[in-house]
């Protein structure tokens, strides 16, 4: 076999072991809830978030890749539950990564604090903090600060702006919306949205091609990306807590993505724009929004359902 060959051969294997501990066969199954209506269940990977689709992925990937070269990182994250359960799960027992996440203490679910404090491998760790989500979060950054730290462990993240993470959810929008009919019919995703990479992930999938007729942004009552789409919005409000913190953001790291290429990929404004954000509120342009609202529409849920 030519090397280009066993290569492909070898990603085949990474994405076998990624997906082996999916517990339904379809891995990403569509249930039919009525007449062009669909449900898309993302939770059969091994705890319970659509996070694993990715982080899965990641896991055996970076196992390949780190071992190829001989090579050991450190990955920190910070997490209020899904994102750490899945980093844990993903990294537990592969020599190439030692996994150190931080959460913050009496603040995560009971499954998901255990998903995190009992596996016994020895190269993951769950970390419980004094403080909230945002201390976790600040001693992430200070870790990356420390350029001398940082370098001497090699470090590395895994949060919601991975891009291999976002990659990777791009293939459930293809897979679900073929077996629905694409491309020869239009497809629509309602998506809940918090650091804005799920339908980040969607709005690729559109760019590559496929015909998504619509994007739905679906918020809780921290709802300032529905503001934003349907009334141009984006004033930062207090953090609210509630049934999903996974959706418990206000400025959303991926969402600055997308305002790139609104904004024809200009750095300067989004610099800008996003700065505006961070102190209180940003305005985006007639042609802006307007560009957003022919693919993306939003809807506000709360906890009580209004
Ligand atoms: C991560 C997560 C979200 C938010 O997804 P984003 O990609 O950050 O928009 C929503 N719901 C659940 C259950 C999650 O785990």
Not at 49 to 55: E, L, P
Not at 119 to 134: K, Q, R, W, Y
Not at 254 to 262: G, M, S
């Amino acid at each position: 076999r030519s090397s280009a060959a066993s290569d492909v051969y070898k990603r085949q294997d990474a994405i076998t072991a990624a997906y082996s501990g999916f517990g339904h066969a379809a891995r990403a199954p569509l249930v039919q809830l009525g007449p062009n209506h669909h449900l898309l269940e993302l939770f059969h990977g091994p705890t319970l978030a659509f996070k694993d689709f990715a982080m899965q992925l990641i896991g055996q990937l970076s196992q390949k890749a780190l071992g190829r070269r001989g090579e050991q990182v450190t990955i920190v994250g910070a997490t209020s539950g899904d994102t750490g359960s899945a980093a844990i799960e993903a990294f537990r027992g592969l020599d190439a990564a030692n996994v150190f996440i931080l959460f913050p203490n009496g603040r995560v679910s009971d499954v998901q604090r255990r998903q995190m404090t009992t596996p016994t491998e020895s190269n993951v760790h769950a970390i419980a903090m004094e403080g909230t989500f945002d201390t976790c979060q600040a001693m992430l950054k200070d870790m990356f600060n420390d350029f001398k730290f940082r370098d001497g462990v090699k470090l590395a993240g895994v949060n919601s702006i991975n891009w291999a993470r976002v990659l990777a959810q791009v293939v459930y929008y293809f897979s679900s919306a073929t077996s629905l009919g694409a491309p020869h019919r239009k497809v629509s995703f309602t998506v809940p949205t918090g650091n804005f990479g799920d339908i980040f992930a969607g709005y690729l999938a559109h760019k590559m091609g496929l015909p998504i007729a619509q994007l739905v942004i679906a918020t809780n009552q921290n709802d300032i990306l529905h503001r934003c789409i349907s009334r141009n919005d984006h004033t930062t409000r207090p953090l609210e807590q509630s049934l999903a913190p996974s959706m418990d953001i206000m400025i959303s790291s991926n969402f600055e993505r997308l305002l790139f290429d609104l904004y024809d990929r200009d750095g300067a404004v989004i610099t800008q724009l996003m700065a505006d954000a961070k102190v209180g509120s940003m305005q985006l342009t007639e042609s802006a929004l307007t560009l957003a609202q022919q693919l993306f529409s939003s809807y506000r849920c709360d906890d009580k359902g209004m």
